[in-house]
């Protein structure tokens, strides 16, 4: 019914940056919060970034001051602006999206994520 694609991962030398980039199709009426989590090998997948409809946002410690959600409600789509990278960064980036569909019904819907790796 609803998908979420991402894009923008890579393979980036600390200090860089990179834009990832999450779109939702479907029978979508409404999209709510939307966000990015990241897992790393080993590693339980975290929140890094949440922004509202209303454009609401916060974000994990870690990611304070380097990295800033955005969205284009326009365009169903989620970004996520990565600057000043570390190596523990690396790891996979999910999207994630509370979308009430054309049925009305409420799904929690994720990506199938995108890779970041830093390089140091």
């Known amino acids: 019914q609803v998908q979420l694609v991402e894009s923008g991962g890579g393979l980036v030398q600390a200090g860089g940056s990179l834009r990832l980039s999450c779109v939702a199709s479907?029978?979508?009426?409404?999209?709510?919060?939307m966000g990015w989590y990241c897992q790393a090998p080993g590693k339980q997948r975290e929140l890094v970034a949440l922004?509202?409809?209303?454009?609401?946002?916060n974000y994990a410690d870690s990611v304070k001051g380097r990295f800033t959600i955005s969205r284009d409600n326009a365009k169903n789509t989620v970004y996520l602006q990565m600057n000043s990278l570390e190596s523990e960064d690396t790891a996979v980036y999910y999207c994630?999206?509370?979308?009430?569909?054309?049925?009305?019904?409420?799904?929690?819907?994720w990506g199938k994520g995108t890779q970041v790796t830093v390089s140091s």
């Open positions: 922004i509202t409809s209303g454009g609401g946002s």
């Open positions: 479907g029978s979508i009426f409404r999209i709510n919060a």
């Open positions: 994630n999206a509370d979308i009430t569909t054309t049925a009305r019904v409420s799904l929690r819907t």
